[in-house]
């Protein structure tokens, strides 16, 4: 008797633990198989998906802890998987049962109305395990959970609506709470770490958003986002924020590998604290990519140490340009090689080595990074040291600079490795072994030291004896040399005075003429946003398309005009020739009726005999 009871015992048990059993139990990475073991941001490799009613699953359970910070569960739960051909790139998860949310950004346990997640396709096993998943979702949640999708996939780092790949690490988890809270997670699975993003937060129970509390967001950006004929040559990348922001402090991070152009220049805000401007070179015919902020890096903050909300900054540069070369010179110079164009277009081993050698030195850039901030400092200038020795010919220096410069500051050893360095290449030149790239590292190099008479010196030490390379270096220091009063040396470099004056009105014309492409494109945009609201009843979704941002671009574009005019107005005066700096004064006041283009050569004068009276300090 005790035998059959034991027996219907474990029939019974095993039944349970049967009917436990999630029907059909699905592996989603044999589902959505995937060969990628890193991260893809390339905008242009931002992958279509696809979701269909097959791609609903029911889950018997979800948990998502991080550290302590963040921790979401939910009993069974409808999912939604979001596919490309690489594999599964988005979750919906809406709860059949109570699903809660803790956090340290409320005070109490929130209610979970849905789950959107942004992953690597490689990780979805670990967010879902097979025990949990079955086939039998609720295929009729497909248009709602296509509305959730709509609404979250800009704000998760994507290019448009096409799937950019995270690293395995990061992990964007996005909680809209049943009592309408929007809890934005940024999750870096390796350091355990979830950042709260309040500004994507609509909850009416949520303490409201002051202006000087709100995080600082990009207002606007020149280049515009997604241009795609930006004028390639040296020119200045600007930023401009929603408020005031901390000086000396900013990420400029990479997208992709080498998504960022070689810096001219250390970055610097105007006197207002808003606009952020680096100095850049721009290849023709080149996709480049900017993070102003990132998950890790976020050191565009405002004076409270509130970091900015991320943004992505894309552009492609137009195929060919003028900008950049010495008006009125009769040959063009290779960048790289510092060669005249034709003469000698095989580049050395190690040129052809500078754009591999600019990945690895951003790459570095991070690494050094990291240490500095675990206050490993010798391990971080080892790691400079390193990079140099292997492509200390390559001109990659510059992506290092800013870390290299910050380590010095709190380890000496190292700024004394950084001068050591340019002083090794100001021998080179004395040697006659210098050239473009050389030159342009010493440069960065005294300027991200404020180091500027060393750059004059070595010019200056070169000038007379190497014209040619002169000529190609006087890009770098051509308002160095007008604040010493060089004047003459810059009438000698600069070629023909109207062919110069062309040149910098041509560069306003066509800084206008996308000025005015991207006010429509915006102003598109802008529409196809309200009407995509409108249609799907979205009142509380804050709106993704670009700001109209022509204005300010066309006050960038003028001032750049008027700084630039005024420079060439004023070697001209210095030089004695102040019939044709009015000439240049008369054409660019019918361009652009300005009172400091109308004030500039009496200005100019003025500077000039302020100059002329000073003891020279030779």
């Known amino acids: 008797m005790k035998t059959k009871f034991a027996l219907g015992c474990l029939i019974a048990a095993l039944l349970q633990a049967i009917l436990a059993t999630p029907a059909l139990a699905v592996d989603l990475l044999k589902q959505y198989p995937t060969q990628l073991v890193k991260g893809d941001a390339t905008p242009e490799n931002a992958r279509p998906w ?31 998987i979001g596919h490309c051909a690489d594999g599964a790139v988005w979750a919906v998860l809406i709860p059949r049962e109570d699903g809660t949310l803790t956090s340290l950004v409320a005070k109490q346990t929130e209610a979970i109305a849905h789950v959107w997640l942004r992953f690597h396709p490689a990780q979805i096993n670990r967010l879902f395990s097979s025990a949990s998943v079955s ?29 950019m790949i995270p690293e395995p690490k990061d992990m964007t988890v996005y909680i809209d709470t ?36 709100a995080p600082p967001v990009v207002i606007k950006t020149v280049p515009e986002a997604g241009a795609t004929d930006v004028p390639p040559g040296v020119t200045e990348i600007q930023v401009t924020f929603s408020k005031e922001m901390m000086d000396e402090s900013w990420s400029w991070c990479d997208v992709w590998e080498n998504s960022t152009p070689e810096g001219v220049d250390k970055p610097s805000y105007d006197a207002s604290h808003r606009t952020c401007t680096t100095k ?16 890790n890096y976020r050191h565009f903050q405002d004076p409270q140490h509130r970091a900015a909300v991320p ?3 894309t552009f492609r540069t137009a195929a060919s340009s003028s900008i950049g070369q010495a008006p009125g010179a009769d040959m063009r110079i290779n960048p790289r090689t510092g060669l005249p164009a034709g003469k000698s277009d095989g580049l050395s081993p190690a040129t052809a080595d500078h754009a591999n050698a600019t990945v690895v030195a951003y790459q570095h850039a991070s690494e050094v990074h990291d240490l500095i901030t675990d206050g490993r400092y010798d391990d971080a200038l080892q790691r400079c040291l390193a990079f140099h020795e292997q492509y200390k010919s390559s001109g990659a220096l510059i992506p290092l600079l800013n870390d290299w410069v910050e380590l010095g500051r709190r380890y000496p050893k190292a700024r004394e490795a950084l001068i050591e360095i340019r002083d090794h290449d100001a021998k ?10 050389l030159f342009s590292e010493v440069n960065s190099i005294n300027g991200a030291l404020h180091l500027d008479d060393a750059t004059y010196e070595l010019f200056k030490s070169f000038r007379d004896k190497d014209p040619d390379l002169a000529q190609q270096c006087y890009f770098y220091v051509e308002s160095l040399l007008v604040g010493k009063g060089e004047y003459q040396w810059c009438y000698d470099h600069m070629g023909d005075p109207q062919g110069r004056f062309d ?3 041509q560069s306003l014309t066509m800084q206008l003429d996308t000025q005015k492409r991207m006010a429509a494109m915006q102003k598109q945009s802008a529409q196809r946003m309200a009407e995509i609201n409108q249609k799907n009843g979205w009142t509380n979704v804050p709106a993704y398309s670009m700001p109209d941002t022509s204005s300010m671009i066309k006050k960038s574009a003028e001032k750049g005009f008027v700084s630039q005019t005024r420079q060439l107005i004023e070697i001209l005066v210095a030089t004695g020739l102040k019939t044709d700096a009015e000439k240049i004064r008369d054409q660019a006041v019918t361009v652009l009726d300005d009172e400091r283009l109308k004030s500039a050569v009496a200005d100019a004068e003025e500077k000039v005999h302020s100059k002329s009276a000073q003891p020279e300090s030779k």
Not at 59 to 74: P, Q
Not at 139 to 155: E, G, Q, T, W, Y
Not at 428 to 437: H, I, L, M, S
């Open 135 to 163: 086939a039998n979702g609720n295929a009729d949640l497909i248009a709602k959970m296509r509305d959730i999708v709509n609404a979250k996939f800009r704000s998760s780092w994507h290019a448009g609506m096409n799937a």
């Open 280 to 295: 850049v070179k721009l290849e023709p015919n080149k996709v480049y990519g900017y993070w102003l902020n990132t998950q």
């Open 503 to 505: 040149s910098i009105r």
């Open 428 to 437: 080179e030149f004395a040697a006659g072994r210098g050239y473009t790239d």
């Open 50 to 80: 696809e979701f269909e009613k097959q791609d609903i699953f029911r889950v018997s359970h979800f948990s998502l802890a991080v550290g302590h910070e963040v921790k979401v569960e939910t009993g069974t739960a409808d999912l939604g």
């Open 178 to 213: 049943k009592d309408g809270a929007h809890r934005f997670f940024m999750v870096d699975t390796e350091k355990k770490t979830a950042e709260y993003v309040a500004a994507f937060n609509k909850s009416s129970e949520s303490s409201p958003i002051s202006w000087e509390t």
């Open 311 to 313: 943004y992505l900054l």
